[in-house]
C-alpha cells in the first residue's frame, strides 16, 4: 500500500506541475521560391511530419505567390518536407516552439533529370511516400465509368484484390477508411465496393497506430494496416450511388441499392440487397451464425460458438445496413453503422476423412443435407469528445444479436483399411441457437503542459449470453437426445498508462493493467427412447461448470522515435488465476496460478531512396475457454464425440515479424519481403482415442466401433514459419500493372492419437501473378495465375504422408463501345488435386454479359448476362490436423441467364 500511495502522490505532482495552463495553437509560414528565376512555387506541398506521431502531422499547398501557411501545430520536432514535380526534395528537421514561426524565404531547386522523366513518362507522380504512408494518385489509373473503388485500386503496384481480401505490398489491409473516418467498421472489400472510383482523388497505405498510442502518443506497436481512400473536392458534398434489379430463368432474382449521400463533414450510406443466387452479405461479419444448421460438437469442435463468415451451398438472403458519421461540433465527431442480415440456406455436401492411427489408418465418408435460417443484427458506435486541448474520451460500442435455426440429416461411416464397416450413423439434427454480444471500451486521456506527459485511463467491458437448443434423433435406433445448453460470459478490465519524455527523442510509459472474466455454461441433456415417451435425465451428459479468469499485468516501455526511425522495448509482468468450479454431475474445485514475463521489441529504421526496415519480437499468453474446461462428453455427432479438460494450462507464445519494404516510385516499383516465426509451448492442441471394440461408458453413453473421442490437451512443440514476397510494377510501355506474390510455410502442429504424440508437418508453396490493364476507360482487363501446394508429413505413420495442390487462372473483361454497348467477361479455371483421387477435379467457370447504356450520361443500363456458361462450376475445400486430413465437395449454383437493370446515381453541389 506505500508503493501505492507513493505513485498517487507522484502522479498528482506531476499533474499540479503542469494541469493549469493549456497551449496556444501554434503555426509554420513561409514562401517558397525557384532558386533559378525565383518565380513563385505554385501548388507545392508542405508538408510537417511530426517526428514521434506521423499522424499528428499537418500539411499545405503552396498559392499563387509561393507562400504556405500551416497551422494548428503543437511544441514538438517536426520534420519539414517539400516537394513539387520537376523540383528536388527539400527536407530539414525543426523544434516548433513558438505561437508563428516565420521560415523566410526557401528557395527551392529545380531537378531537370525529374522534370524530364515527368514530360515523356507522365506517369512519375502515380505512387509517392509521403512518411511513412504510400500514396497513389488516383488520376494516373484508368478504370471504367462504372467502376468501383476495388476496381481502381486493383490497379495500383503491390495492391492485390481478390475474394481473401485486400493486400498491400503482400500484408493484409484490415480496414479502410473515407477521408480519414470509419467506413462500414473494418470490412475492407464492402467498403471498397461500396465507393464509386471516380470520386476518388487518391488512396493512402499506412500503419494505423492503435487508439491508446494515437492518444498518448507513444507507439505500443499495435498497428492496422489501413488504407484511406481521399475524396475529391467537389464529390464531397452530394448524392451518388446505384440501383438495380434483375430476374432470370426459374425463379432466379437479385435487386440493391447503394445510396450516399455527403454534406461536407457528415456522411450517409444506405445499403439494401436481396438475391437467391448466392450473393450472401455485404460483409464477411454480417453473416454470424453456426454453420451445418446448428453446430455439433466434437467433429465440428469449431463450432461451439457462433461462428463468423459466408456459408457454403446455396444462400437467399436479404440485407440492409446504414453507416453514419459526423464532426457533431468542433469537439465531437460520432461514427456509426447498423447491419441486418437474413440468410436461407441449402447445402448438400460429401466428405472423405482419413485419421491416422500410429502403424495404419482408418476412413470416414459422409453424405449430408443441411438447411438453416440465420438472422443478424450488429450495430457499431465509436465518438470522440475533446473537451479542451488537453482532455479527450474516446467510447467504442459494439453490440450484436444472432438466432440461427438449422436441421440436418446425416449418413456416415467408419472403415478401415481393407473397407470393412466399422460402425455407422444415420441421424437427423436439429438446432435453435440465440446469442448477442454487447462490448464497450472508453478511454480517457489528459495531456499534461509538457510535451509527451500524459496520463490514459482504459476501461472495457463486454457481456456475451447465448442459448442452444438442439435434438438428436438417431434414425438407426429410433432414439431421441435433446440438448440444452446455457452460456454466460463477462468481462471487466481495466488499464492505467503514464507516459513521460526523456530528453526531445524518447519517452518513458509505465502500465498497469487488469482484467477479470467470468464465465458459466449449464448443460443439461435428456434422453427417450422408442419404448417410452418418458424422458430421462442424463447425468453423465450434463454439466454445470463456472470459471473465472483474472490477470494482473504491470509493465514498463521505452520509445525512442528520431526522425522516423523508431526503437521500442518492453517488458510486463503477467501473474493470472484461473478458477474452475463444477457443480454438476460431482463437484469438483480447481485453482491454478500462472506467472510470466512478457517482453516485446520493435524497430523500424528508414534505408534511404523509399525503403524501411521493421522488426517486431512478441510474447503473449493464451487461456483456455470455458468449452475447452468443462468436462461433459458431447455425442451430439455420435461419431465423433467431444469433452473438455478442466486441467488445461494457458499456453505461451514467442512470435517474431520482420518486415522489409523498399520501393522506386520514380519507376512504379514496390518491393516487400515479410517474414514470420511463431513457436508455441502447452499450446491448446487435440488429443484423440479411437473406439476398438462397441462399448457403453460408467455413465451410460455409448461408444460404436471406430467412433473417436476428442479433448483439449496441452502439447509443446507447435512452430509456424512463413515468409512472403510481393513485387508491383508499372509497364508504362504496354500500360499494365503487374503484381507477383511468392509464399512459403512451414507449419508444425503437434496432437495426440491413441496417447501417441503425432507431429503433422505441412510445408507450403503458393505463387501468384496478375496483369492489370491502365490502357484506357474503355479497355478494362485482368489476367492472374496461382498455384499452391502443399506436402504433409506425420511423424507416426510415414505411410499417411500426403500432399495436394491447386492452380487457377483467370480474367476479366470489360470493354465499352461506342453508342453505350458494353461487352464483359469473367473465365476461371480451377484444377485440384487432393489427396483423395476421387476428390481430383478441373472446372471452367465462365460468366459473360452484353449491356446497353442509356439515359442521361448513359446513367441507365440494361443487362444480359449468363452465369457458368458451361454448366462446371463446383466447391471444394480441404483441411490438415495432427489426426487427420479432410477433403469435401459441396453444392453449388449452376448455370442461369439473367436480365439487369441498374441506373447509377451522380449529384453533386
Avoid at 5 to 16: C, D, E, I
Avoid at 148 to 175: F, H, R
Avoid at 468 to 497: A, F, P
Amino acid at each position: 500500500m506505500k508503493k501505492v500511495a507513493f505513485w498517487v502522490v507522484v502522479l498528482m505532482y506531476f499533474s499540479h506541475l503542469s494541469a493549469v495552463a493549456q497551449d496556444q495553437p501554434l503555426s509554420v509560414s513561409g514562401v517558397l521560391l525557384d532558386a533559378t528565376d525565383k518565380s513563385p512555387l505554385v501548388g507545392a506541398t508542405v508538408l510537417m511530419v511530426n517526428v514521434k506521431d506521423s499522424l499528428r502531422s499537418k500539411y499545405a499547398i503552396a498559392d499563387v505567390e509561393g507562400r504556405f501557411h500551416i497551422k494548428n501545430l503543437e511544441q514538438a520536432f517536426y520534420k519539414l518536407q517539400i516537394s513539387n514535380v520537376g523540383y528536388k526534395p527539400y527536407t530539414k528537421l525543426l523544434r516548433v516552439t513558438l505561437a508563428d514561426t516565420k521560415l523566410g524565404t526557401i528557395a527551392i531547386t529545380p531537378d531537370v533529370k525529374a522534370l524530364n522523366e515527368v514530360i515523356v513518362q507522365g506517369a512519375v507522380v502515380a505512387v509517392e511516400q509521403i512518411g511513412d504512408t504510400t500514396q497513389y494518385n488516383a488520376m494516373a489509373y484508368k478504370t471504367n465509368p462504372d467502376a468501383s473503388a476495388k476496381d481502381l485500386v486493383s490497379k495500383m503496384p503491390g495492391i492485390v484484390v481478390d475474394s481473401d481480401g485486400v493486400t498491400a505490398n503482400g500484408e493484409t489491409v484490415e480496414q479502410v477508411l473515407l477521408d480519414g473516418k470509419r467506413f462500414f467498421g473494418q470490412d475492407p472489400l464492402l467498403s471498397l465496393n461500396t465507393i464509386p472510383a471516380d470520386i476518388v482523388d487518391k488512396v493512402q497505405v499506412y500503419d494505423e497506430e492503435s487508439d491508446q498510442a494515437r492518444l498518448t502518443g507513444f507507439d505500443d506497436g499495435n498497428t492496422t494496416k489501413t488504407m484511406n481512400v481521399v475524396t475529391k473536392e467537389d464529390r464531397r458534398n452530394g448524392q451518388f450511388g446505384k440501383l438495380y434489379a434483375g430476374i432470370g430463368e426459374d425463379g432466379l432474382y437479385k435487386s440493391g441499392a447503394t445510396l450516399n449521400s455527403f454534406s461536407k463533414d457528415q456522411r450517409i450510406t444506405f445499403l439494401g440487397m436481396s438475391n437467391n443466387i448466392n450473393q450472401q452479405n455485404f460483409g464477411s461479419e454480417d453473416l454470424i451464425g453456426v454453420s451445418g444448421g446448428g453446430g455439433r460438437g466434437g467433429r465440428r469442435g469449431s463450432n461451439q460458438s457462433f461462428m463468423t463468415g459466408t456459408q457454403d451451398g446455396i444462400t437467399k438472403t436479404h440485407s440492409t445496413g446504414l453507416n453514419f458519421t459526423d464532426d457533431l461540433s468542433e469537439k465531437t465527431t460520432f461514427e456509426g453503422s447498423y447491419f441486418f442480415n437474413q440468410s436461407l440456406n441449402n447445402n448438400d455436401q460429401l466428405l472423405n476423412r482419413e485419421t491416422f492411427l500410429g502403424n495404419s489408418s482408418q476412413f470416414y465418408t459422409e453424405d449430408q443435407q443441411a438447411a438453416s435460417e440465420n438472422i443478424n443484427h450488429r450495430v457499431n458506435i465509436r465518438a470522440n469528445h475533446q473537451f479542451d486541448e488537453n482532455n479527450s474520451l474516446l467510447i467504442r460500442s459494439a453490440f450484436s444479436y444472432q438466432n440461427n435455426e438449422g436441421e440436418e440429416v446425416t449418413l456416415g461411416q467408419t472403415k478401415e483399411e481393407n473397407g470393412a464397416l466399422l460402425s455407422q450413423t444415420y441421424n437427423n439434427y436439429q438446432s435453435v441457437n440465440s446469442a448477442y454480444n454487447f462490448t464497450n471500451s472508453f478511454i480517457y486521456q489528459h495531456k499534461f503542459k509538457k510535451i509527451g506527459r500524459t496520463i490514459s485511463f482504459d476501461v472495457n467491458t463486454r457481456i456475451n449470453p447465448t442459448s442452444k437448443e438442439s435434438v438428436l434423433s438417431d434414425l438407426e435406433l429410433d432414439t431421441l437426445t435433446e440438448y440444452s445448453t446455457e452460456e454466460k460470459h463477462y468481462t471487466v478490465g481495466s488499464r492505467v498508462t503514464y507516459t513521460e519524455p526523456i530528453g526531445t527523442t524518447a519517452q518513458l510509459a509505465i502500465g498497469y493493467e487488469i482484467n477479470h472474466t467470468s464465465r458459466k455454461s449449464d448443460k443439461e441433456t435428456y434422453t427417450l427412447s422408442s419404448t417410452s415417451e418418458v424422458k430421462t435425465f442424463s447425468e453423465s451428459l450434463s454439466n454445470s461448470f463456472e470459471s473465472s479468469y483474472t490477470k494482473n499485468l504491470p509493465s514498463i516501455r521505452y520509445s525512442n522515435n528520431k526522425y522516423g526511425n523508431i526503437f521500442d522495448v518492453s517488458v510486463a509482468y503477467q501473474f493470472a488465476t484461473l478458477n474452475n468450479d463444477q457443480l454438476l454431475p460431482t463437484e469438483e474445485q480447481t485453482s491454478r496460478n500462472f506467472s510470466n514475463v512478457l517482453p516485446s521489441l520493435l524497430a523500424r529504421f528508414d534505408i534511404g531512396n523509399g525503403g524501411n526496415f521493421f522488426v517486431r519480437y512478441a510474447t503473449s499468453t493464451t487461456e483456455p475457454s470455458v468449452s475447452q474446461l468443462q468436462n461433459v462428453i458431447d455425442n451430439s455427432d455420435p461419431l465423433f464425440l467431444s469433452l473438455g479438460n478442466s486441467n488445461l494450462d494457458q499456453s505461451y507464445s514467442h512470435s517474431l515479424q520482420m518486415r522489409l519494404q523498399k520501393n522506386n516510385f520514380d519507376k512504379n516499383i514496390t518491393f516487400a519481403n515479410m517474414t514470420s516465426v511463431t513457436n508455441t509451448s502447452d499450446y491448446i492442441g487435440t488429443g484423440t482415442t479411437v473406439i476398438t471394440a462397441d462399448s457403453v461408458t460408467a455413465g451410460g453413453v455409448t461408444l460404436a466401433n471406430g467412433a473417436q473421442v476428442s479433448s483439449p490437451v496441452n502439447l509443446d512443440g507447435y512452430w509456424a514459419l512463413r515468409n512472403n514476397t510481393a513485387f508491383g510494377v508499372l509497364l508504362s510501355p504496354i500500360k499494365n500493372n503487374l503484381n507477383i506474390s511468392a509464399g512459403l510455410s512451414y507449419v508444425r502442429v503437434p496432437g495426440v492419437i491413441n496417447d501417441v504424440v503425432n507431429m503433422a508437418n505441412t510445408y507450403a508453396v503458393d505463387l501468384k501473378l496478375g496483369l492489370a490493364s491502365n490502357i484506357s476507360e474503355n479497355v478494362d482487363y485482368n489476367i492472374y495465375y496461382q498455384v499452391a501446394g502443399s506436402r504433409v508429413l506425420n511423424s507416426i505413420e510415414s505411410e499417411s504422408n500426403t500432399q495436394y495442390y491447386t492452380q487457377t487462372f483467370g480474367s476479366t473483361l470489360n470493354l465499352i463501345f461506342p453508342k453505350g454497348f458494353v461487352f464483359r467477361n469473367e473465365t476461371l479455371f480451377n484444377k485440384y488435386k487432393g489427396a483423395n483421387e476421387s476428390f481430383d477435379t478441373d472446372y471452367t467457370l465462365w460468366n459473360m454479359s452484353v449491356a446497353k447504356k442509356f439515359l442521361k450520361d448513359d446513367r441507365g443500363e440494361l443487362e444480359l448476362s449468363v452465369f457458368d456458361l458451361l454448366g462446371e462450376n463446383q466447391s471444394f475445400d480441404q483441411q490438415v490436423t495432427a489426426q487427420y486430413i479432410e477433403e469435401s465437395q459441396t453444392q453449388v449454383l449452376q448455370r442461369y441467364f439473367m436480365l439487369t437493370f441498374t441506373y447509377q446515381l451522380r449529384i453533386f453541389n
